[in-house]
């Protein structure tokens, strides 16, 4: 199977907290689909953030989303927090021992320091069985950035929570668009408000996805990835 065609869209977040510029891939939503196509753009960035679903649920397959974080990991220091696809696997501990083994830093409602940055993943911690961490990681000093898979639950649990930036995908950009608007996204049905770019005055950014695991194509809605330049 060839790649799928992928745009690259680029970001800028301001917060006058690093020393140095760095520069953040961000891959969200592949769903264990070929990423080839990827590799050469880890070049010039700092690290890769994957905010969920490098699965397909509705397959049960991930192996070539581990292959993915494997590669990723030989390339740059690479962010990986799970996604529903993931959560639903029949094999969810053993994707995560896998995803684990990866080279991959795997956030499961944990942080880590990067550089002059905090990166954290949460997800919903009935879903994984994982205590929540964020009242641990809004004290923390400095620039936080936090993978949040869905963007509808960072709207709802999360968005008075005090971080520079929430990463999220899920909504694949609403499917498909007509103009602005997304027609359907999961967990947020018709007429989806939350599919892609900047959300709740900039401290929400929602990537429409690197894949495409419905069987109903994305139209006018290419596949995409980010590029997160933060200051």
């Known amino acids: 199977m060839k790649p799928k ?3 690259l869209v680029p970001y800028e977040l301001h917060t006058g907290k690093l020393a140095k510029p760095l520069r953040f891939l961000i891959i969200s939503d592949l769903h264990s689909e070929p990423f080839e196509d990827l590799l050469p753009l880890m070049e010039d ?3 890769v953030l994957v905010p969920g679903d490098v699965s397909n649920r509705y397959k049960q397959i991930y192996d070539q989303g581990l292959a993915f974080l494997r590669e990723s990991a030989k390339r740059r220091p ?3 927090s799970p996604g529903n696809h993931e959560t ?3 094999k969810y501990d053993e994707l995560m021992a896998l995803a684990r083994e990866s080279g991959a830093e795997v956030l499961v409602n944990r942080y880590v320091r990067f550089q002059d940055v905090w990166i954290g993943g949460w997800y919903d911690p009935l879903a994984v069985g994982e205590p ?3 009242d641990a990681f809004e004290q923390l000093e400095g620039c936080k950035l936090l993978l949040c898979h869905k963007p509808e639950h960072y709207m709802k649990v999360l968005k008075h929570r005090e ?3 929430a990463i999220a995908g899920h909504a694949h950009g609403g499917q498909i668009r007509i103009g602005k608007q ?6 947020q049905g018709l007429l989806p408000r939350y599919t892609r770019g900047w ?3 900039g401290k929400l950014l929602i990537s429409a996805g690197a894949g495409n695991p419905c069987r109903a194509p994305r139209w006018s809605n290419p596949c995409e990835v980010l590029l997160l330049t933060v200051d």
Do not use: C, K, S
């Open 45 to 47: 960035v700092d690290a």
């Open 5 to 7: 065609q992928r745009i």
């Open 182 to 187: 997304g027609i359907y996204a999961p967990g």
């Open 132 to 134: 929540d961490m964020m």
């Open 88 to 90: 639903r696997q029949e």
């Open 78 to 80: 690479t962010f990986y």
């Open 163 to 165: 971080v520079d930036l």
């Open 199 to 201: 959300e709740n005055d």
